[in-house]
């Protein structure tokens, strides 16, 4: 499966993990700080993975000072 | 996972809250908790104008999307802040959020109108970034909201913005600092009231209610806020949250509750005694503003030292 991450942005060909929380552990990222988007929508931890998907974790936490 | 509300399969999971949703019910949540932000800290009364200070980002888009959809007549303001080529892209993300959605966005061009960026301010006085950045945007909303006529300017500080200040206030005990850490500021001579309707939503839900909305913003980071302060604060806060649901909520509102009318006289008194700045009239406690001085100091513009008469004693 391929696995899109950002910031900056790159992509990695992996071997599909059983489910979302397993592929987080395995890149050691925190599920909190994250959005996990398989095939353009958006999945749960739960959620279960094939060889066949694209999965974008985005992060979301950003550190400025917001306006 | 099933949704909380519908038990149709959830898009997203809320361990703070035990809950999943679809992605129908996640939009009704999220309007929900600002609508509960609004009503509960009095942010905005029925009629009143909002401007809402605009980044491109995901919660500042997110924040003005949530109140139109709540019928609230709220307009945005992007500050252009020089920071090369992400500001560049950041304003085509609010300027195309704006025009997609009919909405009106002001606009104002810190190097065009003022003279200077933010890398240009923070060199010349020797702060952090995110300090000259945080000042010159205070500064320009606050007075844009006054001079404009609106009646409050909202923010898009979330939930996880105010657990990392508020962290980092009581790591060194910033007590004027926690004094002014409140979801709504009120009115006061010179300034409009400032509100954050997103209090009760994390940086999470505000970008999977972007993603589920299919509003575009900004995922790249400012590179001026890489490896800075507040966002070391966030990962010890969701390192904690990780283990421990609910806790940055259960810090935040339980500050707000029970701790922060012991800090908020000493805001007040601060406050109260603010004069006019003798070079652009935006309150301040000593002769000239903050953001005038930053001014100064980045464009090597020299301000008049100030001449005061004495009557003579006889």
Not at chain 1, 14 to 36: F, I, K, M, Q, Y
Not at chain 2, 80 to 104: K, M, N, V
């Amino acid at each position: 499966m391929k696995v899109v991450l950002r910031n900056p942005k790159r992509e990695l060909d992996v071997a599909a993990p059983p489910n979302v929380d397993e592929l987080l552990r395995r890149l050691d990222v925190v599920p909190e700080s994250v959005l996990v988007i398989r095939n353009d929508e958006l999945v749960t931890r739960d959620a279960r993975l094939h060889d066949d998907d694209v999965v974008e974790i985005r992060p979301v936490v950003s550190g400025g000072a917001n306006p | 996972m099933k949704c909380r509300r519908c038990r149709a399969p959830a898009i997203i999971e809320l361990r703070r809250h035990n809950a999943g949703f679809c992605a129908e019910c996640f939009v009704h949540h999220c309007r929900e908790q600002v609508r509960r932000a609004i009503d509960e800290f009095e942010m905005i009364a029925p009629g009143e104008r909002v401007l809402v200070a605009v980044s491109g980002g995901k919660d500042s888009l997110g924040l003005w999307h949530l109140l139109r959809t709540l019928d609230i007549d709220a307009d945005g303001l992007y500050v252009g802040l020089g920071i090369g080529e992400y500001s560049d892209r950041s304003a085509e993300f609010a300027r195309r959020f704006a025009r997609d959605h009919g909405w009106p966005l002001h606009e104002i061009d810190l190097p065009g109108e003022f003279g200077f960026d933010v890398p240009d301010g923070s060199r010349a006085a020797k702060r952090a970034p995110c300090s000259a950045c945080g000042l010159s945007k205070r500064h320009l909303f606050d007075d844009a909201a006054r001079t404009r006529g609106y009646d409050a300017l909202a923010t898009g500080h979330n939930l996880d913005d105010e657990a990392a200040v508020l962290f980092g206030n009581v790591l060194r005990w910033e007590t004027g600092y926690l004094g002014r850490q409140h979801p709504v500021l009120p009115a006061t001579d010179g300034f409009v009231r400032k509100v954050k309707p997103l209090i009760r939503l994390g940086e999470r839900e505000l970008a999977a209610y972007c993603v589920v909305q299919g509003i575009d913003y900004i995922v790249e980071e400012c590179p001026m806020a890489l490896g800075n302060r507040h966002l070391g604060y966030k990962e010890a806060l969701n390192a904690i949250e990780e283990r421990s649901p609910g806790s940055k909520a259960a810090f935040v509102f339980g500050f707000f509750e029970r701790v922060h009318e012991h800090f908020a006289s000493e805001t007040a008194d601060e406050r109260a005694a603010l004069v006019p700045c003798r070079e652009c009239g935006a309150p301040t406690p000593g002769d000239v503003c903050a953001f005038c001085r930053l001014q100064a100091r980045a464009t090597g513009r020299t301000i008049p030292v100030r001449v005061v008469e004495h009557a003579e004693t006889a």
